[in-house]
T-cell receptor, first 113, second 116 residues
Framework: AQTVTQSQPEMSVQEAETVTLSCTYD???????LFWYKQPPSRQMILVIR??????QNATENRFSVNFQKAAKSFSLKISDSQLGDAAMYFC??????????FGKGTRLHILP | SAVISQKPSRDICQRGTSLTIQCQVD?????MFWYRQQPGQSLTLIAT?????????ESGFVIDKFPISRPNLTFSTLTVSNMSPEDSSIYLC?????????????FGQGTRLTVV
């Protein structure tokens, strides 16, 4: 069975600085998708970034980028120029072959003004 | 992408009663998923709802407690039965994206359930 591990329950970063959230996963599948979701207090799940396992190039979306290391089964999220609106719970997630999404325990990100 | 409407958005219920949560999708989808998010926790998959067949439940979740209906390809309901305070959670429905690059899951707004 697949598992997703986020080892940082909480993190803080100064506004305008850069922060990296860690995620590792375990799977025996060769093709899969990885995601980072953001959940603000409104509880809506918002996709931040996606990565296809067959792509070697790391995904980027504006201030958000990932460091995808397939062999190491590592998928970290880097947020550059942190903004107050980035404060939220961040979940690393894995989509398995049967379309189920498996989530890590989450990292609560605080932005310090 | 998919737009998902979920209701109610929140409810406060007495223990021992049941609540049915509805999930409506703006397009036809084969699979729908129901998740539970306990306070301060991550999302845990309850079951997979396929149209025309029985829902498939994950370990720790049973049909008697969480009956699911899936009458057509755009609609599903989850009932939380015989509620206790431990059932206080956010419940979310979700559908998987089908076309590259939209491979992520799309979520409803969630139902915040408080059992007193």
């Amino acid at each position: 069975a697949q598992t997703v591990t986020q080892s940082q329950p909480e993190m803080s970063v100064q506004e305008a600085e850069t922060v990296t959230l860690s995620c590792t996963y375990d799977t025996s599948e060769s093709d899969y998708y990885l995601f980072w979701y953001k959940q603000p207090p409104s509880r809506q799940m918002i996709l931040v970034i996606r990565q296809e396992a067959y792509k070697q190039q790391n995904a980027t979306e504006n201030r958000f980028s990932v460091n995808f290391q397939k062999a190491a089964k590592s998928f970290s999220l880097k947020i550059s120029d942190s903004q107050l609106g980035d404060a939220a719970m961040y979940f690393c997630a894995y989509r398995s072959r049967d379309d189920k999404i498996i989530f890590g325990k989450g990292t609560r990100l605080h932005i310090l003004p | 992408s998919a737009v998902i409407s979920q209701k109610p958005s929140r409810d406060i219920c007495q223990r021992g009663t049941s609540l049915t949560i509805q999930c409506q999708v703006d397009s036809q989808v084969t699979m729908m998923f129901w998740y539970r998010q306990q306070p301060g926790q991550s999302l845990t998959l309850i079951a997979t709802a396929n149209q025309g067949s029985e829902a498939t439940y994950e370990s720790g979740f049973v049909i008697d407690k969480f009956p699911i209906s899936r009458p057509n390809l755009t609609f599903s309901t989850l009932t939380v039965s015989n509620m206790s305070p431990e059932d206080s959670s956010i419940y979310l429905c979700s559908v998987p994206g089908r076309s590259i690059p939209n491979t992520e899951a799309f979520f409803g707004q969630g139902t915040r359930l408080t059992v007193v």
